[in-house]
């Protein structure tokens, strides 16, 4: 039983390091920095559950970009569960919830038309491999999970723009 315990145990530093890497695909996500976010992914990287074609990371990039292009996003990652899957693999698992909006009744969600909807708020799971390359870790492989999506519909109110600072996207290389 020590040697499954210590075979699924993971070293904290990689730990930390693959939480960084999702940390950055939700940055890059929420801030529109696509490139960015093709970097995150291995070369071979494979998708599953998303709403776009999702054939490799390009096509991923791409579809997302489309798909978010002209939406306001928050997307939230907690609670990792991450366990060793080999000596250059790791398996992880996250919860997730977003919060999309869009231009009111300029979109179906899942071809379903609600009158007045201006976007969603989803809840799921994030299920992923991270591979390691000579440039770090990297996601090899993403499968989104919905257990709940609500649309938003009713009294929306554009909200103004925010009189704070923006997203600084530099910060962390400074």
Known sequence: MTSDIADD????????????LKSRYFF??????????????????????????THGPDAFVEGVSVWLGPMRSVHHGM???LRSAGPRLVRGRWAMQDYLTWPRDSR???????????????????DEEYTWEPTGWRISFMRLT????DPLTGGYIEPPPYDGPAADTGWLER
């Not at 145990?9 to 960084?20: E, G, M, S, T």
């Not at 179906?108 to 994030?126: A, D, L, Q, T």
């Not at 919905?146 to 999506?149: A, E, G, H, N």
């Open 79 to 81: 609670m990792p569960e």
């Open 9 to 20: 145990l993971l070293d904290f530093a990689v730990y930390q390091q693959i939480c960084r």
């Open 108 to 126: 179906v969600y899942k071809r379903i038309p609600i009158p007045g909807m201006y976007g969603i708020r989803g809840y799921g799971f994030y």
């Open 28 to 53: 890059c996500l929420d801030t529109k920095q696509w490139p960015q976010l093709r970097m995150l992914f291995s070369d071979d990287a494979t998708f599953e559950g998303f709403p776009f074609a």
């Open 146 to 149: 919905r257990l709940r999506i």
